[in-house]
């Protein structure tokens, strides 16, 4: 029995290599003559056969839809599982060929992708959050959305507790100061009427 391996064929080549190979194995074959039930097994069995052979030759990076199609009760025939299998690989392709930043971003090194979040980064003035509409900073880091480190939670902000509080604090300070300023003032003046 021969293997045929997929490699770097695209799904379609790879397919017709082996129909070209079980070609011809068919023509050295003795056609069988039988029109019994075993003849009808034999063809069962050769399909399956076939179907396994496309199955396993193909890339490591189909190994999950191969056992899907595996797992499928009653096994795909071989040319659904060719189409599926080509519908597979349009997708990745479609995905591969995106230009969208995730898609950059999974087959950036490892090295760019840590300097492209690092704050660090010079570019870190390009950054806009999606989320608030703030600069420096991503949706993703964004303290609106996530929630505040407990040191940096930002107080609800009420101008007029605020305010009073800030009052009652000035006016002692400025009394002191004021009736300071008026001592100061009488002390230092020149008495006239003396």
């Keep these: 029995m021969f293997r045929l391996e997929q490699g770097n064929d695209s799904v379609e080549i790879y397919f017709h290599k082996l129909k070209g190979f079980w070609e011809e194995i068919k023509a050295l074959e003795t056609p069988i003559k039988c029109t019994c039930t075993a003849a009808k097994d034999w063809d069962v069995r050769a399909e399956k056969t076939k179907l396994i052979q496309f199955l396993m030759g193909l890339h490591s990076s189909y190994?999950?839809?191969?056992?899907?199609?595996?797992?499928?009760?009653?096994?795909?025939?071989?040319?659904?599982?060719?189409?599926?299998?080509?519908?597979?690989?349009?997708?990745?392709?479609?995905?591969?060929?995106?230009?969208?930043?995730?898609?950059?971003?999974?087959n950036l090194p490892k090295q760019?992708?840590?300097?492209?979040?690092?704050y660090k980064s010079n570019d870190r003035g390009n950054l806009e959050c999606t989320y608030c509409h703030g600069k420096n900073h991503v949706r993703e880091k964004c303290y609106k959305l996530i929630g505040y480190p407990d040191k940096n939670k930002k107080k609800p902000f009420n101008k007029q507790s605020t305010s009073s509080n800030s009052q009652q604090q000035m006016n002692p300070q400025a009394m002191s100061v004021t009736s300071s300023c008026e001592d100061v003032t009488t002390s230092t003046s020149p008495n006239i009427n003396n």
């Design 112 to 118: 760019s992708q840590a300097s492209a979040g690092s």
């Design 63 to 106: 190994t999950a839809a191969r056992g899907h199609l595996l797992m499928m009760n009653p096994w795909p025939t071989l040319n659904q599982a060719y189409m599926l299998i080509k519908q597979e690989e349009k997708q990745r392709q479609v995905h591969s060929d995106s230009k969208s930043p995730i898609a950059m971003m999974v």
